[in-house]
């Protein structure tokens, strides 16, 4: 990757993490947001206002845990470190105090099959990692746990994860994750929701595998 190439990718990260905060996903310096690059992955700086960022202010880490640059990396750079090196076709992971997903969270419970987008994250549900204090070798294994065989999980009494082939996809899954937690959310102010069973959500994520796709053009 080029210099060139280098700081148009930080900059496309500080514009993605200013758009969490837009878009009501994340508030204040909470959350991250990791990219994979050439030997490591660029983090965003613990505690530090997205809107005052420049692209000098990421941090380059190493596999190792080392790190290159003027600030210090983000307090939880083991689950990113962690999720890029289990996960090959991982290119970004998101993290942040969405309103909804944090709700559920503080109350362990994950997002069940309510609605057949729930598959978007990659399975039949949305698991809800347990508990362990912020920044720790156990939070980043529990992760890893709960994102088994999925893109998106939440943290106990803490957050949401969201991951993706690139910065945009892991905001957009983020986004749909958040959507569909408030549903869930709104749906139990009313009652139980009526789960989808096992061979539904099986045959919805057979046809997302399509979805979406445009045929070529021809001529």
Known sequence: MSGVEHRALRETMIATARRMNASGLNQGTSGNLSQRVEDGFLLTPTGMDYDTLEPEDLVLMRWDGSHEGKRAPSSEWRIHRDLLARRPEVGAVLHAHSMFCTTLACLRRG?????????????????CAPYATFGTEELSRHAVEALEGRKACLLANHGMLAM????????????????????????????EPVLLDATEMARVIEKFKTYGQQPEPKG
């Not at 082939?165 to 102010?189: I, P």
């Open 111 to 127: 997002i069940p099959s309510f609605h057949y987008m729930v598959t978007s994250a990659g399975g039949e549900d949305i698991r």
């Open 164 to 191: 993706g082939k690139d910065l945009a996809g892991a905001f957009k899954l983020a986004v749909e994750v958040e959507t569909l937690a408030a549903m869930y959310w709104r749906a139990l102010q009313v009652g």
